[in-house]
Each structure stands twice: as C-alpha cells, then as structure tokens.
C-alpha cells in the first residue's frame, strides 16, 4: 500500500484537490524520462472553423511560432492545410529539468472545404501566436422562382 498516494493525506478535513496533486511525489524516475522528445500534445493543435455570410475563417493557436514556421497550403480538391513545427529546447546537461508542459513536434492539420469556397483568394495572417485563414465564399445564387398557376 505504501506505493500508492493517499488522496486524503491520512487526515480528516483536507480535502482532495485535483489541481495541485502531484500523482507521481515520491516516486523516482531516471531523468532521461522526464525529457521526452516526441511531445504529441502539439499534434494536437486546436482550430476554429466558424463560417460569416463572405467567408469561412480559421484561427489556429501557435504560441511561439514565428510565420515562417507554420505554412498554409490549398491542394487541389479543396483541402485546406495548415502545418508546422515546434523544436525541442537544447538540453544542457548541468541543467536540471522538474516540470516539462509545452509541446513540441510537428502538426498538420486538413479540412475540406465546401463548393462555395474561393480557393483562389485564401488569405492568411499571423498575430499574437493567433494564425487567422481567411477563405472568402461565393455568392450563393437564389434559385428563380416561378409560380404556377394551378387550374381546375
């Protein structure tokens, strides 16, 4: 029993709070471990997709990207791809690493985009870590309407 962490710390009145709960105190680890260069939470990277009446628009969280990292591409059956990569920090050995967060590799993600979409036009731009595609729409055309005259 003793390798598994109590959630109440043997006292009555503390209460379990799952924000600084450190599952893994007390357990030792080779470092190498905590040090992972294949961090897959940056795979995946979160996109807002909403639609207005001119445009559909994107917007990508990047922090700590610079544009010329991130590339925005159209291919030719209306695929919008957005892709990138975040290096891994240089590890120094006289360094001593306790918590690793931030994410790190590469992302690619895709969407199709609707018939209405003017691929031609796509504009992109990159602000505060924010990247914002801009894909205009065309103008959907109102079917013509003719009223028959019912007889009888």
Known sequence: MAMIPSFFDNRRGTIFDPFTWEPFKGFSFP???LVSHDNSAFVKTRIDW???PEAHVFKADLPG???EEVKVEIEDDRVLQISGERN???EDKNDTWHRIERSSGKFVRRF???ENAKVDQVKASMENGV???TVPKEEVKKPDVK???ISG
């Open 147 to 149: 009223a028959i005259e």
């Open 65 to 67: 990207l610079k544009k």
């Open 88 to 90: 891994v920090e240089k």
């Open 131 to 133: 990247l914002t595609v």
């Open 31 to 33: 470092s190498s471990s």
């Open 112 to 114: 199709r985009l609707p």
């Open 50 to 52: 909403k639609e207005t």
